[in-house]
């Protein structure tokens, strides 16, 4: 167990719709980072958080959306979705924002299945 | 861009039958290269940062080993639960702290 929680664990929905994935990072760590893996294309960097700001952005559709709130958890916003959306998604979390050791920790991640 | 290529792709090996895993990368500065396990359907769990070549880090069956090209993981007399996929990550100099994974391996350990 990382420490890392993720909720929902699955979620389907319909195309065109809207989901919220919620992330807690471990206890103490003040980054969070957004990855997303399909069958397809690997392990993928959506965009990384540090203490409420965004610090790096990666290839993140415009019709997603990140956030991390005070208490340093963090919401990722999946709209208009596609079929293509379908897939893991995980956070991971770190204690710091950048520099060498910082080791991240992910989640168990949340299954997406788009219909 | 930053590139990261893991070989094979899998790999099916006897209980105690002792292989490596290779990781090649480009980087324009590497901060880091990472290896992970990931079971199926399960979040990736942290194994080992190398830093600069040269550098090895063990942990139990699994020795990681860091080139300026490549890094590989050995695993020494592997059991059945060792069974699942290994990633390697690459953290760069001016990216932040973002990772770019490999593909994976995926090891298979029959008894």
Request: glycine share 10%; hydrophobic share 30%.
């Amino acid at each position: 167990d990382s420490g890392v929680t993720q909720t929902p664990k699955h979620l389907i929905t319909a195309t065109g719709q809207r989901v919220t994935l919620r992330c807690s990072p471990r206890s103490g760590d003040l980054s969070v980072y957004w990855y997303q893996q399909s069958l397809d294309q690997g392990l993928q960097f959506l965009i990384q958080y540090y203490n409420g700001e965004e610090r790096a952005k990666g290839n993140i559709l415009e019709r997603f959306s990140a956030q991390q709130f005070p208490d340093l958890h963090s919401e990722l916003n999946l709209s208009s979705l596609e079929l293509g959306d379908s897939a893991l998604y995980f956070c991971a979390s770190s204690l710091l924002g950048q520099g060498a050791g910082n080791e991240q920790f992910f989640g168990p991640g949340t299954r997406l299945t788009v219909l | 861009e930053d590139q990261v290529t893991q070989s094979p792709e899998a790999l099916r090996l006897q209980e105690g039958e002792s292989s490596s895993l290779n990781c090649s990368y480009t980087v324009s500065g590497l901060r880091g290269l990472f290896w992970y396990r990931q079971d199926p359907g399960k979040g990736p769990e942290f194994l080992f940062t190398l830093y600069s070549a040269g550098e090895e880090k063990e942990k139990e069956r699994l020795k990681a080993t860091l080139t300026k090209k490549e890094s590989f993981l050995h695993i020494t007399a592997p059991k059945p639960e060792d069974s699942a996929t290994y990633l390697c990550a690459v953290q760069e100099g001016t990216s932040g702290s973002r990772l770019t994974f490999g593909e994976g391996t995926q090891l298979t350990v029959n008894p």
